[in-house]
C-alpha cells in the first residue's frame, strides 16, 4: 500500500516569496490534515479536511496561508507571502476517518521542510 | 483545550537497557492515543495505536499502555538498540489529533 506521497522535500525561498506545496493521501483516506512542525516542537494542526470540505482551519493564519482539496484527494498548501517564522516542516498526514475510534488512525508523509531567508 | 506532555524531554541510556515514556494529557474523552516515531529530517511513523477501549498494545519489543481515568499512556522498548535512537511522540484524538513535544531518545552503543 503506498504511503502519503508529498513535494516538494526541501524548499528555500526569500521572505515575502511564495511556495507551494503538495500531498496525495493514502488511497481511501477520507481525512487529510497539514500540519506545521518547528524544530523541537510536537506538530501543531494548521487545517483539517474531510473529503473535500474544512473541518477545522482555526490555527491557519489566514492572512497568508491557503489550502484546498478539490476532488476530494490531492491537496494543496500555500504559503503567500512567506515570513521568517514559517521556516518549518510541513507535514501532511491522512486517515480513514476523524472522530472514531477505528478510522482514527493517522499516517504521515515524509514532510517537506521550508527555508525562509 | 487538551494538553499533551512528555517527559522526560530528553533521555540517554546504554544498548540493552529497558526503558519507559510517559505521555500524560488533561482531557480523558479521548477515541484513541497513538505512539509514532521521528528521525531526523523525516516525518513520523506511527508505532502502536490504543483504542480507548483498550488497556494496551504490543509490537515487537515495544508495549504501550493507557490509562484513560489518570489521563496517561506508557511506551516500555525492551532490550534497547542504537537503531531505536529517535524522538517519539505521543498524539491523543479527540476531534482532532493533539501532539505532546516528544521524547529524544538516545541509545549508546
Known amino acids: 500500500e503506498a504511503g502519503v506521497a508529498q513535494s516538494p522535500r526541501y524548499k528555500i525561498i526569500e521572505k515575502r516569496q511564495s511556495v507551494a506545496f503538495w500531498c496525495n493521501p493514502i488511497?481511501?483516506?477520507?481525512?487529510l490534515y497539514w500540519y506545521q512542525q518547528i524544530l523541537g516542537q510536537g506538530p501543531k494542526l494548521l487545517i483539517q479536511?474531510?473529503?473535500?470540505?474544512?473541518?477545522?482551519d482555526s490555527q491557519l493564519p489566514k492572512d497568508r496561508f491557503s489550502a484546498e482539496r478539490l476532488k476530494g484527494v490531492d491537496s494543496t498548501l500555500k504559503i503567500q507571502p512567506a515570513k521568517l517564522e514559517d521556516s518549518a516542516v510541513y507535514l501532511c498526514a491522512s486517515s480513514l476517518g476523524a472522530g472514531e475510534a477505528i478510522a482514527g488512525e493517522l499516517f504521515f508523509g515524509e514532510g517537506s521542510r521550508l527555508t525562509v531567508l | 483545550k487538551q494538553e499533551v506532555t512528555q517527559i522526560p524531554a530528553a533521555l540517554s541510556v546504554p544498548e540493552g537497557e529497558n526503558l519507559v515514556l510517559n505521555c500524560s494529557f488533561t482531557d480523558s474523552a479521548i477515541y484513541n492515543l497513538q505512539w509514532f516515531r521521528q528521525d531526523p529530517g523525516k516525518g513520523l511513523t506511527s508505532l502502536l495505536l490504543i483504542q480507548s477501549s483498550q488497556r494496551e498494545q504490543t509490537s515487537g519489543r515495544l508495549n504501550a499502555s493507557l490509562d484513560k481515568s489518570s489521563g496517561r499512556s506508557t511506551l516500555y522498548i525492551a532490550a534497547s538498540q542504537p537503531g531505536d535512537s529517535a524522538t517519539y511522540l505521543c498524539?491523543?484524538?479527540?476531534?482532532?489529533?493533539?501532539f505532546g513535544t516528544g521524547t529524544s531518545l538516545t541509545v549508546i552503543p
Open positions: 488511497s481511501g483516506h477520507a481525512t
Open positions: 498524539a491523543v484524538m479527540g476531534n482532532q489529533f493533539y
Open positions: 479536511f474531510q473529503n473535500n470540505g474544512v473541518v477545522d
